[in-house]
Structure formats: structure tokens, C-alpha cells
């Protein structure tokens, strides 16, 4: 039983760790936080839909295509509005990225009507893998190994690349960066594409796991913040980190005490942790400047 | 021109006979606005429409007293508009309270909440805030939909009203309405020329400063939410009424976006502003939700519907609307109306120039 509970609690708390890894690398490149990530999840997972199923591509074109929707999602609303706003205060950012939130839901409810519907994947839900006595649905484990996969991408590719320094740098200290000839204008909607596409991986495996409708990013929205503040809103392992210990947790809470108040724990954590420390589990100490 | 002279100039209600001209002629437009709209239909509305207006115009106020004025942000205030009307019909129904007496109990249950997510307020600032307070208003609502004694997921009815044996209809409501929504706006536009109310605008400018000017941060913090919080309950509470039933399933998030959709494009800082964003966003919404009854556009739309999208969705249209206004509305005019209408008051005053 516990050892069940764990491993699925480890597939969601994944997608949360992607969700929030996301939302973490627009923070800490823009300050800015995007209320509009899991919007952004769910209509390229709608698009994934639309590819796979009325289109009938084969799985690794779709993933393509959508992926591609995804970064050109991320940059355009980038480029056209959050680029256009003048000396933004820190209220009219959030509204400009809730206001994206409305614009993509209203899109995808437009679209897709508010039926449920399956998501169509490779791997079916219902088989089963058998490790030493513990019983994994496929689904379940492909999850973990791809995010677990995508993470590990995702610190290389910031560690050691020519574009992820560039984007590291820009993080530090924009101005210094421009003077060493970053083009951080680029690495702005450079970002947004990053973070979206692995939105948009979340929120196909969330869309697999669960079902897909225009409101079915609500919730795990909500799991991805309260996972970044877990770990820390400027510390990509510590969102890693946050996302993967709400799931398991949220999961035994599930488990052993109650069901419907399942939700609930993340907001326990939220505020719990924000009360104790708020710059969260790996997040450095945040200092304000008068 | 506009030079104050003494202390008690700057705390008058009205500036001048003008003003108070305009206020009591706005007063008796009130009073007769749901004879007239009876009568005409003007603009399509309904004193069904007008009563939601004004509440959302209650929760305007309540809200913008907390961002606006105190510039604490908060995505929760659905929460507190479900306390609101969920304690609200309980002790109507359940205790037999009279209404009178419920809807500021209720507010006050509200307002105990508004302090309690105050609490972590004194710690957090911008965006730990906003995740703070929207998962407040997600725990709300899934405590409410979970809990057998608030009607679990099916909800509430609210029960009928009587006075003096006959049973209050919108007409009547409109009134117990409209008088309490201008009590609060006249208390909310006196506030801010009160000690606290000053309190509140030297946190909104620098918190630091106003601490050394010898504020009590945490006082003055957690009682714009409790402050915010009271308005919110109030209109919880008569919107449970004006429904007739209330659903923990209607109170998510997207309704406190809207709610800070209307303060922002009524603009931020301003009492009447945020009565006038009020006005244009609810009117909006609920003429966008049948779009398609729209003469000529709503055509256009159904075509384009059947031919790319879905019929079963086209009431989204007033979500993507309702999105790019505030999007635009951030982009262009940062102070809203209220922007437009200190902008408009100064070309005229100094026309030629």
C-alpha cells in the first residue's frame, strides 16, 4: 500500500516538477509570475489532441508538431504583449498574464466545447508493470521516466550549453549581460518557448493521466506553485525537488487520511512553508533592497 | 484652483455645491433607474442584471480598498464571497436570523477570514501573495463542496424572504440592495480620510516607510483584509439572495479574476472607478455569454462557429473578451476609467492650452 501510493504520487509529482519548472524559469529570468502556464499546458495538450486524433498523425510527428505550437505559443505571447508593457508594476504583469489565462481557455473552450474527452497515447493506462511485488501502470511509469529524462535534460542544457549560460546570465544581471553582447530581448522569448514546451509535456501527461477539458489545469496549477514555493521560486532543483515531494505526499494524505480534502494539502504547504521559509527548501535567502 | 485651505476642507464628503448637486441627482436617477428599466428594456437590461451589477460593484469597492489603496494583491476574494453567502443563508435558514441582521453577521465570519489570510500577508509580498491567497480561495471552495453541512457539491437554496407577508421579489431586493451598496461607498470614499484610510495609502507607497513613520504594519495589513473581506461577505450574502440557490461549484477562480478584472479596468485606487468597472464588466460578461442573440455580430459568430469551432462553447467569447480588455487595458491605460475620466476632466479645464 505505501510503496503504491509512493510510486503513483511520483508520477504526478513529476508533471507537477515539470509544471513548476516551467513557471520557475520565467520567474527567475522575468520576475514575472505566470499565472498563464497551465493554460498554456492544456491547449497544447487540446493541439496534441487535434493532431493525434482528428488528424490521425503518427505519435512522433504529433509530439513534434506540438511541441513547435508550443515554443511558438510561448515566444508570441512574449513578443506581443508582455514585450509591449512600459514600466509594468508588479500587479499589472500578474493581470497581463491572467489575462492570457481567460484568453486561452476561452479559445480552447470555443474550440473544444466542454465535453471530456481521452487523450490518445502510445501507452495504454489500464496494463500493468510488476517490479519485486510493487504493481505500476504503464502510464504511470513512463511518466517517471520521461520527466525524470527532461529534467535531467534540462540541467545539462542549462549547465552547459552555449544558450543556457546565456539565459543563466541574463538571470544574474541583465544589464551586465547585454554588455558582454547577450541579446536578452531573444533570450526573453527564448525563454517563454523553453518554459512552455515543458508546460506543454506536463500537461500532456497530466491530460493522459486524468482526463482532457478546458478547466483540468486548475488544479495541478495551483500543485505547481505551491510545489515552486516549496522548493523555492529561484531554484530550479528546488522545484524539481518541491514538485515531486507534494505529489508523494498529496498522495499518502490521499491515501491514508482523506480523499476529498486532497487539494487542501497544497495550500497547507503553501502557507506553511511561505510562514517558516519563504524563500523555500534550496531557494537562497531573499533580501529586499530599499 | 484646487488649493485646500484647512484640515476639515480635505475631509468633506462633497468638495463643493456641484458635487453634491451631481451626487443627489445620482441618488434620485437610482431610485427610479428600476421604474425606468421596467419600462423601456433600455440597453437590454432587467433589475435581475441591475442587482448583480451592483453587488459586483460592492466587491469592486471591497477589493480595490485592498489593492488599490493598501496594494496588498489578492486571487482569493471568490472565497470570501462564498463565506459570504454560505453563512449568510445559513443563518437565514437554518437560525431564522432576519436579513438584516445575517448579512453583516455573515460579512463579519468573512472579515474573521480576511484577518486570518491577512496573518501570512505580513510576510509575503507580490507574487507569494497571489499564490497565497488563490490557494485560499481553491481551499475554500473545496472545503464547502466536501462538507455535508453546506450542501456538499449540490449546494444551497436560499430561502424565501417575506416582509410583511409578502415575498420580496427583484424589485424589492434592488432597493435593500442599492441602499446598502451606497452605505458602503460612502463609508469606503470616508475611510480614506480617516486615520486608517491614510494608513492604508502609506502602506500601498512604501510599506517601509510608512513602518518608520510609526504605522503598526501588521494592525493596518491584516485589517484592509478583514476590511475587504466584510465588503466581500456583505455582497456574498445578497447575491446568495438574488439567485435564489448557490452551487460551491460557481464560485472558482475565474470569478476572483473577474473580480480583479472589474477594480483593474475601473482603475486602481479610486472608489468610483472601481463602481464604474463594475458596471462595464458585468454588463459585458452577461450580454457576451448570449453572444450570438447579438444583432449582426452574433450572426458572423454562429457562422463561424459552425464552421470552426464549437456551438456548445461560443459563450467563451465573453472570457476571451473579458481577457483582452484586461490585457489591453494594462497595456495602454494603467488607471482604467478613471484614468480616461482624469484625463478628459483635465482637457477641458485647461481647454485652448
Known amino acids: 500500500m505505501l510503496g503504491q501510493l509512493i510510486v503513483s504520487g511520483l508520477a504526478v509529482g513529476f508533471c507537477y516538477a515539470l509544471l513548476a519548472l516551467a513557471m520557475v524559469i520565467i520567474y527567475k529570468t522575468s520576475e514575472v509570475l505566470n499565472f498563464a502556464q497551465g493554460e498554456m499546458a492544456m ?40 514585450r509591449q508593457a512600459k514600466n509594468p508594476t508588479l500587479i499589472g504583469l500578474i493581470i497581463i498574464t491572467l489575462g492570457f489565462e481567460m484568453i486561452l481557455m476561452g479559445i480552447a473552450g470555443w474550440k473544444w466545447g466542454p465535453d471530456q474527452r481521452s487523450m490518445p497515447f502510445p501507452v495504454p493506462s489500464f496494463e500493468t508493470y510488476n517490479f519485486f511485488g510493487l504493481v505500476i501502470s504503464k502510464i504511470n511509469f513512463w511518466t517517471i521516466i520521461v520527466c525524470l529524462a527532461l529534467i535531467v535534460v534540462l540541467f545539462l542544457f542549462f549547465q552547459y550549453s552555449k544558450l543556457g549560460t546565456a539565459m543563466r546570465a541574463t538571470q544574474q544581471n541583465q544589464l551586465v549581460a547585454r554588455l558582454m553582447g547577450i541579446r536578452t530581448k531573444w533570450i526573453f522569448s527564448f525563454t517563454w518557448a523553453i518554459s512552455s514546451i515543458i508546460g506543454a509535456v506536463a500537461g500532456m501527461f497530466i491530460a493522459a493521466l486524468t482526463v482532457l477539458d478546458p478547466p483540468m489545469m486548475m488544479d495541478p496549477l495551483m500543485k505547481a506553485f505551491a510545489s515552486a514555493v516549496l522548493g523555492g521560486m529561484t531554484s530550479l532543483p528546488g522545484a524539481a525537488l518541491g514538485g515531486t515531494i507534494l505529489g508523494v505526499v498529496e498522495n499518502l494524505f490521499g491515501g491514508y487520511v ?17 510562514c517558516i521559509r519563504p524563500s523555500g527548501l534550496l531557494g537562497k535567502h531573499f533580501v529586499k533592497k530599499v | 484652483m484646487d488649493i485646500k485651505r484647512s484640515y476639515y476642507e480635505d475631509i468633506e464628503l462633497f468638495r463643493s455645491k456641484t458635487t453634491l448637486f451631481w ?12 421604474w425606468i428599466v421596467a419600462q423601456t428594456h433600455v440597453l437590454g437590461l432587467s433589475v435581475y442584471l441591475l442587482n448583480l451589477i451592483i453587488i459586483h460593484a460592492i466587491v469592486a469597492i471591497g477589493l480595490n480598498i485592498l489593492v488599490g489603496y493598501t496594494g496588498q494583491i489578492s486571487l482569493g476574494h471568490a472565497g470570501f464571497f462564498a463565506i459570504g453567502a454560505f453563512t449568510t443563508v445559513m443563518f437565514v435558514g437554518q437560525l431564522g436570523i432576519p436579513l438584516i441582521l445575517a448579512l453583516p453577521l455573515g460579512a463579519f465570519i468573512s472579515a474573521i477570514f480576511g484577518f486570518l489570510l491577512g496573518l501570512p500577508s505580513l510576510r509575503l509580498e507580490g507574487p507569494y501573495l497571489a499564490i497565497a491567497t488563490m490557494g485560499f480561495g481553491m481551499a475554500v471552495t473545496t472545503i464547502i463542496k466536501h462538507t455535508e453541512f453546506f450542501g456538499g ?5 436560499a430561502p424565501k424572504l417575506y416582509l410583511f407577508d409578502t415575498a420580496l421579489k427583484d424589485i424589492h431586493f434592488y432597493y435593500i440592495i442599492a441602499g446598502v451598496a451606497v452605505v458602503l461607498a460612502i463609508a469606503a470614499i470616508k475611510l480614506f480620510k480617516t486615520k486608517v484610510g491614510r494608513a492604508f495609502i502609506a502602506i500601498r507607497d512604501s510599506d517601509i516607510a510608512a513602518e518608520t513613520m510609526g504605522v503598526n504594519l501588521s494592525y493596518y495589513k491584516t485589517l484592509a483584509f478583514a476590511v475587504s473581506a466584510f465588503y466581500t461577505g456583505i455582497a456574498g450574502g445578497l447575491y446568495a439572495f438574488i439567485l435564489g440557490f448557490i452551487n460551491p461549484e460557481s464560485f472558482h477562480i475565474i470569478m476572483s479574476i473577474t473580480f480583479l ?34 444583432p449582426g455580430l452574433g450572426a458572423i459568430l454562429v457562422k463561424f ?13 465573453a472570457i476571451i473578451v473579458y481577457g483582452l480588455i ?24 485647461t481647454y485652448p492650452f
Do not use: C, H
Not at chain 1, 258 to 274: E, H, N
Not at chain 2, 153 to 157: A, F, K, T, W
Not at chain 2, 338 to 344: P, Q, V
Open chain 1, 43 to 82: 491547449i497544447s495538450a487540446f493541439v496534441a489532441f487535434l493532431v493525434l486524433d482528428t488528424y490521425q498523425f503518427s505519435f512522433p510527428v504529433g509530439l513534434l508538431l506540438t511541441l513547435l505550437f508550443a515554443a511558438a505559443l510561448g515566444a508570441v505571447l512574449e513578443f506581443v504583449f508582455m
Open chain 2, 326 to 349: 484586461m490585457i489591453l487595458i494594462v497595456l495602454f491605460e494603467p488607471l482604467g476609467i478613471f484614468g480616461l475620466w482624469i484625463r478628459t476632466k483635465k482637457y477641458w479645464k
Open chain 1, 258 to 274: 482523506s480523499m476529498s480534502f486532497k487539494s487542501v494539502v497544497a495550500f497547507a504547504i503553501i502557507v506553511l512553508m511561505l
Open chain 2, 305 to 317: 462557429s459552425e464552421e470552426y469551432m464549437t456551438m456548445a462553447g461560443i459563450s467563451n467569447v
Open chain 2, 23 to 34: 451626487s443627489l441627482l445620482f441618488l434620485i436617477f437610482l431610485i427610479f433607474l428600476p
Open chain 2, 261 to 294: 478584472a472589474m477594480v483593474v479596468v475601473g482603475g486602481v485606487g479610486s472608489i468610483m472607478g472601481s463602481i464604474a468597472g463594475a458596471v462595464l464588466m458585468t454588463y459585458l460578461d452577461v450580454k457576451l455569454q448570449a453572444i450570438q442573440d447579438i
Open chain 2, 153 to 157: 457539491r449540490m449546494g444551497l437554496q
